[in-house]
């Protein structure tokens, strides 16, 4: 275990809405792997401290979080929100020397609507139809560089270094069901609440 800090990053703002992250950054030495988290909440509702002990948890065992907030339905429609979480990838990716950041690689973890957006974003992370408008972020894409070997009734904490100990088991049992997504063009953590979610986000996979 290591101790962590957070900061909160602006990241986009659009229509006059400021979009932030919430950066866990682990008390360690040299590159780690990093995770750009987005929320659940039925694409209306919840935040990017929806998920506050799954990003402690891993920060406390040296994986980095970038929890993400976007738009929500209540306020913008698809495809508003993915483009924000493109943003927010993109955004990390192209800060992570000003802001400090020694990322060995970055993937993705996401909770249930959650899971929709990412699962987008890593099957066309260069769509013109999901990218912000920002000069600043050109040349830089979405892809998020993240695989793991475990099947759907476990979690796939060691495919990033996450210790499989049995807290984190009896922790993971009380959170909520979490499956991978099985894509051979792409590869991202989801989790979720139903089984009906656990079903690939591509048809072609």
């Given at each position: 275990m290591t101790g962590f800090k957070t900061e909160d990053h602006l990241f986009r703002t659009v229509d006059g809405i400021d979009l932030s992250g919430t950066l866990y950054r682990p008390d360690t030495n040299g590159p780690i792997p990093y995770v750009v988290e987005v929320h659940g909440g039925a694409w209306r509702g919840g935040d990017r401290l929806n998920n506050v002990d799954i990003h402690a948890d891993l920060a406390k065992n040296g994986i980095g979080v970038f929890a993400l907030d976007f738009r929500l339905s209540d306020v913008s429609f698809y495809p508003a929100s993915?483009?924000?979480?493109?943003?927010?990838?993109?955004?990390?990716?192209?800060?992570?020397?000003?802001?400090?950041v020694e990322a060995s690689s970055i993937g993705g973890l996401a909770s249930s609507s959650g899971g929709q957006q990412l699962g987008m974003l890593a099957l066309r992370p260069d769509d013109p139809a999901y990218q912000a408008n920002d000069p600043s972020l050109d040349g830089v894409d979405a892809s998020i560089a993240f695989s793991s070997p475990a099947g759907r009734s476990s979690i796939p904490w060691r495919a990033i270094g996450y210790p499989r100990s049995s807290t984190a088991r009896a922790s993971s049992k009380r959170i909520m069901p979490i499956s991978r997504t099985r894509m051979p063009?792409?590869?991202?953590?989801?989790?979720?609440?139903?089984?009906?979610?656990?079903?690939?986000?591509?048809?072609?996979c």
């Amino acid at each position: 275990m290591t101790g962590f800090k957070t900061e909160d990053h602006l990241f986009r703002t659009v229509d006059g809405i400021d979009l932030s992250g919430t950066l866990y950054r682990p008390d360690t030495n040299g590159p780690i792997p990093y995770v750009v988290e987005v929320h659940g909440g039925a694409w209306r509702g919840g935040d990017r401290l929806n998920n506050v002990d799954i990003h402690a948890d891993l920060a406390k065992n040296g994986i980095g979080v970038f929890a993400l907030d976007f738009r929500l339905s209540d306020v913008s429609f698809y495809p508003a929100s993915v483009e924000d979480v493109n943003a927010g990838v993109r955004w990390f990716k192209a800060n992570a020397d000003r802001i400090d950041v020694e990322a060995s690689s970055i993937g993705g973890l996401a909770s249930s609507s959650g899971g929709q957006q990412l699962g987008m974003l890593a099957l066309r992370p260069d769509d013109p139809a999901y990218q912000a408008n920002d000069p600043s972020l050109d040349g830089v894409d979405a892809s998020i560089a993240f695989s793991s070997p475990a099947g759907r009734s476990s979690i796939p904490w060691r495919a990033i270094g996450y210790p499989r100990s049995s807290t984190a088991r009896a922790s993971s049992k009380r959170i909520m069901p979490i499956s991978r997504t099985r894509m051979p063009c792409a590869s991202a953590i989801r989790i979720s609440s139903s089984s009906a979610a656990r079903q690939p986000i591509c048809r072609r996979c």
